[in-house]
């Protein structure tokens, strides 16, 4: 057992003064505000609770920055995917450990306590299946258990290169699957998180572009009632082809062919139209946003006031893993908004209401919601996930409560974070990750070896 105790505390009642918080097991067992603190608490000025990533592909952290360099023609999402193509089928298991790591070690010193890690690396690099066909997802869990951040687990089915059932393209051998042995992969993947308190598992259909509707059928009862994730509406390409192919555009094919409901998350979804932001709004599944990769990629802007105005929930992820953090995400989101609406504080939930606050509690749920963590925040029996700022810097100087929030994410950015507790570890003091310099050398020589 421990006990903290905080000045101020974001709870889930809204802000806190003196706030003692006892964590045991791992879990918050009890919150208590307005105590004075006692001889053995450990103390901090503020704490916010972390938040989900809820969309990663944790092996392209390996490549971040490493497509910047504009290629004969001109470069889109589908030429980045070349690139991205070509480190994954260099990538051994270990490596991927390796990356996942450190990725790990850095969302947490960033604010993300928890992961969703949407896997479909799953082969070995000729496209011959590994003897457990969860190796990669075992890689993938090591890093989970090494570094503390939670994991939820969402093995993707890929099947096919483009829509109506396109063969897959050779760059593709590593992520293939038939049914049949995406059932073994998911029994297998239960296995390989099993040694892990917090994990749980989902599945992640691919997109429409690599799963026909009756794979879709056949793998959604895989989930056991967990998450379902999907990539959907990313690019107008891919809208395009969606609409050659059956008539309807990917959110609105998902919305009338597929049971969407709060299950499931619907990744970027960024290019929708009004009515298909309205059912989708509707229907409780979340809008897994992922700004800084959707910039990188150049994807398009969500329609993110008129997704809120529907009473959407929309959580954040990194996605690419190109640039990591709860600030950086949070941040570009509402730029992309002032800059697609020309105007200021566009994602703000209301007059004078913070809208760095109105990103993080939005965040917070809907992270929540699209992980199946059914208590968020710092509230008893939730996950002892806690982030403490550093009141000394110089962008949250004279702050208090939703001020704080705004400072952090608009001002400060990833400088911020004091400590982070997850899963009732405290891995960061400082800033820092108890295991970063080794994460960082493994990685780096990992890295060195694949771009040599
Ligand atoms: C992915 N990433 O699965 O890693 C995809 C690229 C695809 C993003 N969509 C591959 N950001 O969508 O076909
Ligand atoms: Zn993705």
Redo the contacts with the bound molecule.
């Keep these: 057992m421990s006990r903290l105790h905080f000045a101020s505390a974001l709870l889930p009642s809204g802000w806190a003064n003196d706030v003692q918080v006892v964590l045991t097991a791992g879990a918050i067992a009890e919150v208590t505000p307005g105590v004075t603190p006692s001889a053995g608490d450990e103390r901090h000025a503020i704490a916010l609770p972390g938040l989900a990533s809820l969309h990663s592909?944790a092996f392209?952290r390996g490549m971040a920055g490493l497509a910047e360099l504009r290629g004969d023609s001109t470069d889109t999402?589908w030429t980045w995917?070349e690139t991205?193509y070509r480190f994954a089928l260099a990538m051994t298991p270990d490596d991927v450990a390796a990356v996942a790591t450190l990725l790990y070690v850095e969302m947490l010193e960033q604010g993300f306590t928890r992961v969703g890690e949407?896997h479909?690396l799953h082969h070995d690099r000729d496209g011959s299946h590994y003897a457990d066909p969860a190796e990669m997802a075992a890689r993938v869990a090591q890093a989970a258990e090494a570094s503390s951040i939670g994991l939820t687990l969402l093995p993707s089915f890929y099947a096919h290169g483009s829509f109506g059932g396109a063969a897959p393209h050779d760059g593709q051998r590593r992520f293939i699957c038939s049914v049949d042995q995406f059932a073994k992969l998911m029994t297998a993947s239960h296995e390989a998180i099993a040694a892990l308190p917090d994990a749980n598992i989902g599945i992640a259909p691919?997109?429409l572009?690599?799963v026909a509707p009756d794979e879709l059928a056949a793998i959604i009862p895989l989930a056991e009632g967990g998450p379902v994730h999907i990539?959907a509406a990313?690019q107008v390409k891919e809208v395009e082809d969606c609409l050659a192919w059956s008539g309807r555009r990917p959110v609105q094919w998902l919305l009338e062919h597929a049971p969407v409901d709060q299950r499931w998350c619907l990744i970027?979804a960024t290019h929708m139209t009004d009515e298909e932001v309205g059912t989708f709004a509707k229907t409780g599944a979340v809008a897994g946003l992922?700004p800084v990769?959707e910039a990188s990629?150049g994807d398009g802007i969500f329609p993110g006031r008129e997704f809120a105005d529907a009473g959407g929930l929309f959580g954040v992820g990194t996605?690419?893993n190109v640039l990591v953090g709860v600030a950086e995400e949070l941040r570009q989101l509402e730029y992309g908004q002032r800059l697609k609406h020309r105007a200021r504080n566009v994602l703000s939930s209301g007059a004078g209401r913070s809208t760095g606050r109105t990103l993080f509690d939005t965040a917070l749920a809907g992270g929540a919601r699209a992980l199946a963590q059914p208590i968020a925040g710092l509230a008893p029996g939730a996950r002892a996930d806690i982030v403490t700022l550093d009141v000394a810097h110089p962008s949250l100087a004279g702050r208090a409560r939703d001020a704080i929030i705004d400072g952090w994410i608009f001002a400060a950015g990833n400088g911020a974070i004091d400590c982070v507790w997850a899963g009732g570890n405290k891995v960061v003091e400082s800033g820092r990750h108890k295991l970063r310099q080794a994460a960082r050398e493994r990685f780096n020589a990992a890295v060195r070896r694949l771009v040599a």
Excluded: I
């Design positions: 592909h392209q999402f995917r991205m949407f479909y691919h997109s572009r690599a990539h990313e970027h992922c990769t990629l996605d690419s």
